[in-house]
């Protein structure tokens, strides 16, 4: 790459470099088809962020319950 060529993200799905202009609008996706294959993986939870509960937490019991199921018809959204 020369010091004067634009700036070319890579596309995190399916690493292609975005080129067009028409993809500039699905950034930082090359286009709409990886844009919704990412989502769907956040949707099926094979991405996660990760998080550290603080022991000061736990012992006061402030720590967020975790895997408590919701009552029917309620959702976590």
Known sequence: MR???PFRPRCPTCDM????????QFLPF???R??????GRWLNEEHTLSCEVLEEDNENGNAPSVG??????????
Do not use: Y
Request: with cysteine; aromatic share 4%; proline share 13%.
């Open 3 to 5: 010091p004067h060529d």
């Open 17 to 24: 470099l975005v080129l067009s202009e028409e993809s500039q």
């Open 30 to 32: 090359c286009s709409q």
């Open 34 to 39: 990886c844009r919704l294959i990412d989502l």
């Open 68 to 77: 408590t199921p919701l009552p029917p018809g309620w959702h976590d959204a």
